[in-house]
């Protein structure tokens, strides 16, 4: 099957099995390296990517559903001003996640962040997909509303 997307702002056209997972595209086909596929399938929610800006577990992704799609993934995600953002949220709160799960769970961030999300539950039930024990929900959610204030008076600042 050919797939036509972009990942980090390059377009791709691929010839590809269309049920091989995101992950696997990812890190066999474009040598990406900051989304990692340790469970295989089975969610441990270390392979976040934004997919049309929403957080997805890119290991549950098939390629089918990728077409004309627009995926970022970390490794182009923390050169922009919204990780800045995020950045600064997690050095004002003093909390960070750990090396392992810190890509994903910013992706995580930037997706609750980007959407508005207010409603804590529902932060701490998003950040579940991430099997990583480095984090409470109360902090994350704190970066969550922090990031958003930060972002509020950045975007202020511009207009």
Known sequence: MRIDCTVDGK???ISINSNKPLSLILQENLDNQSTTAHCKGRMCGLCAVL????????CMIPAFELKNKHITTFDQFQKSKEMKDIVKAYESLGVEPCK???AS???I?????SSGEKDEEE?????SAVRCSCMNGEDEVNIVKKAQDIRKKRNVRRS
């Open 109 to 113: 961030f930037e997706s609750l962040i």
């Open 105 to 107: 769970r910013s992706i």
């Open 51 to 58: 997919v049309e800006g929403k957080a997805e577990l890119s």
């Open 123 to 127: 932060i701490k039930r998003t950040l």
């Open 11 to 13: 377009t791709l056209n």
């Open 100 to 102: 392992d799960c810190y």
